[in-house]
């Protein structure tokens, strides 16, 4: 959130979120935005609530409205990330790891996630891509080893079968 004054409905929806009245939150924010509806900070804020309230699939739909107003910020990106996450959107989370990576704000359980979609669509390429990346961050995680091994014996069962 930026340090600029917020409007009493979007201040207030915030208020009503942090309470976990997610929905209150919501109908709140739709109306300050039916008055602003280029204040991409409150789309962002939209975007997050409609996640909490497991609707990650409209929450991208904002964030993404968010994104193309205020272009590539830090915050917008992780909550697009985490809703593409959500929604087994592994792909679309990935064309987004490289500026997370740029603006320091990656972290390995995000990869971790990315990969474990990836292997659930059985595509290990990508999975491997993930969890080495992840490794590359923090290097003691000792559970992805043995994922990684997994893995790349499978990527090589495919390979010998085509």
């Known amino acids: ?5 917020l409007a009493p ?3 207030q929806a915030l208020c009503l979120a942090e309470a976990g009245k997610h929905q209150a939150a919501f109908d709140l924010i739709e109306t300050h935005l039916q008055q602003s509806p ?3 900070e409150a789309i962002n804020d939209a975007g997050v609530i409609l996640h909490c309230l497991d609707r990650s699939s409209d929450a991208v739909e904002y964030l993404q409205r968010a994104r193309s107003l205020d272009g590539n910020t830090p915050e917008i990106t992780w909550n697009l990330v985490e809703a593409y996450l959500a929604e ?3 792909d679309e989370a990935k064309a987004l ?3 997370m990576e740029h603006s320091e704000t990656i972290h390995v359980e995000i990869l971790n996630r990315a990969a474990d979609i990836f292997i659930n669509e ?6 491997l891509e993930m969890l080495e990346w992840s490794l590359r961050l923090q290097p003691k995680q000792e559970i992805l080893e043995p994922i990684c091994v997994v893995v790349r014996h499978k990527l090589n069962e495919q390979r ?3």
């Open 122 to 127: 059985n595509k290990l390429t990508d999975a």
């Open 88 to 90: 087994a959107r592994a």
């Open 97 to 99: 790891l490289v500026e």
């Open 9 to 11: 409905n979007h201040e």
């Open 38 to 40: 280029q204040d991409s």
């Open 1 to 5: 959130m930026s340090t600029q004054t």
């Open 160 to 162: 010998l079968a085509s």
